[in-house]
């Protein structure tokens, strides 16, 4: 069986550099907010490019939490955001106080439309988070266009786009602030959780900083309410070495999604234009037998994912922001569609031919 996703290829190839980063920690016995986190923080930044502060916490979930208000985003403010994406960003946005509200989306992308952007605008709207699916950017060209004249705070949700780009800039800079997870199967993963914000405001930076660390400015001085969002010297000792990796493993993702595009064709969503640089967290197809191709291609020994099989907006937990079936149909139909391939580091080219086989052979066109 090719499973859907298999990280022990991942930690195999990195084994003896990630147990002399942990073994580093160990030795020096600073285990929370250390040597290894700032290290991190300063590379993550990096590679951002330069004037970016980077803020490690707990997970992905906390840094959007964080990230809203850091930015004073809270009660009573509404947050427009997509209904296709991991609960996570909803959850986040309610944390920070704020009521999220659904746009819809492109139903070529799958990203948010920024036009159905424009149509969720009232006055309570205070910011925007776009979430870049999949590892492909969304349009942020035309949504700050929107989000600007109207004094909005544009968060990027960056969870599935380590180093995507658009026009060649790197996601997470386009906006005020960006939110970042490295789940271990995001395209830059700890060996547990852990998230980041990325910004260039130094102010919502060292803002953030405090928030994340009870409020607390210096040791026993606390300038507002905070919480526990640190993340720890393992972790970020392990992301260290993961991030050198991160430019080897797009390309590799990207090698693997060319060959999935040149065996399955129009099955897939569409190509990205030449400037979109897509990082392919997930291959996604889209067919309207989803379900049944997805059982053909188990028996044939191929494992498979769906992101997302309902969109937020229609998960139980939900139900009392009252958006009903049929009320954001582009994401109601893709979540029917969807289907992600097996996808990670390591993958082999024998694996992805008999992904494209089991695929291709589907009674129902595997290549429609
Ligand atoms: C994974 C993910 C998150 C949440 O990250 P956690 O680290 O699991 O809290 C948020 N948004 C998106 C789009 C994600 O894929």
Redesign the pocket.
């Known amino acids: 069986m090719i499973p859907f996703n298999d990280l022990r290829p991942l930690v195999t190839k990195y084994r003896a550099e990630i147990d002399a980063a942990v073994a580093r920690v160990l030795d020096r016995g600073w285990f929370i907010l250390g040597p290894e986190v700032d290290a991190f923080e300063a590379e993550f930044a990096a590679f951002h490019g330069s004037g970016q502060h980077a803020i490690a916490v707990a ?3 906390d840094a ?1 939490e964080l990230a809203l208000r850091g930015a004073g985003i809270g009660p009573g403010d509404e947050v427009i955001t997509t209904p296709m ?2 609960v ?2 909803v959850c986040a946005i309610e944390r920070a106080g704020a009521i999220p509200v659904f746009a819809d989306i492109d139903p070529l992308t799958c990203n948010i439309s920024p036009a159905a952007i424009r149509a969720s605008l009232t006055p309570r709207t205070r910011a925007v988070v776009p ?1 870049h699916l999949y590892g492909r950017p969304a349009d942020m060209p035309a949504i700050l266009a929107i989000a600007r004249p109207a004094g909005l705070l544009v968060l990027e ?1 960056c ?2 786009a380590h180093g995507a780009t658009l026009g060649g800039r790197v996601v997470g800079t386009f906006g005020d602030i960006a939110a970042f ?1 490295f ?1 271990p199967t ?1 395209n830059l993963g700890a060996f547990g ?1 852990g ?1 980041a914000i990325l910004t260039s405001d130094a102010a919502m930076a060292d803002r953030i900083r405090r928030l994340r660390n009870y409020g607390q400015a210096k040791q026993y001085q606390h300038l507002e309410r905070g919480i526990n969002s640190r993340l720890d010297d393992i972790q970020t000792a392990i992301l260290r070495v993961l991030l050198a990796h991160l430019p080897d493993h797009t390309a590799e993702r990207r090698r693997i999604a060319g060959a999935y595009r040149s065996h399955l064709g129009n099955c897939c969503l569409p190509e990205p234009a030449a400037d979109i640089g897509h990082v392919y967290h997930l291959f996604v197809l889209r067919h309207p037998q989803r379900d049944a191709m997805r059982k053909w291609m188990a028996d044939h020994g191929v494992g498979s994912s769906v992101h997302y099989p309902l969109p937020v907006h229609l998960q139980p937990a939900y139900a009392d922001l009252s958006y009903g079936h049929g009320s954001l149909p582009a994401a109601e139909a893709a979540a029917r569609e969807v289907l992600s391939l097996p996808l990670s580091v390591g993958l082999s080219a024998a694996d992805v031919e008999t992904v494209c086989a089991a695929v291709a052979s589907f009674p129902g066109g595997g290549s429609r």
Do not use: E, F, L
């Open positions: 997970n992905g979930t959007i994406t991991a996570p960003t979430v949700d969870a599935q997870s789940y995001k959780d998230g």
